[in-house]
């Protein structure tokens, strides 16, 4: 992969995450067909790394609920505890 595509594709990815946001879907859902038809990337490797975006999603929105006090946090580690 060369400089022009890794930006074409973060400039894709940065797209599809804005669109899914505005439409309260995550950016997976445009992402990985982006990645996948228009710039003919593999599809596990779309999914890799829509669910690297869906993490950095989720480390950056829990900061956010938690310094509201918004979060159950044992609920949290609940959900935590089944998910390793």
Do not use: C, K, Y
Request: charged letters at 5%; a neutral charge.
């Amino acid at each position: 992969m060369d400089w022009t595509q890794a930006i074409e594709l973060s400039i894709a990815a940065a797209g599809a995450g804005v669109l899914g946001s505005m439409l309260g879907l995550g950016g997976g859902v445009f992402m990985v067909p982006i990645f996948t038809l228009f710039f003919g990337v593999d599809t596990r490797i779309a999914i890799a790394a829509s669910a690297v975006a869906v993490l950095a999603n989720s480390v950056v929105g829990s900061g956010v609920h938690l310094s509201s006090r918004f979060t159950n946090l044992r609920l949290a580690m609940l959900l935590g505890i089944t998910l390793a």
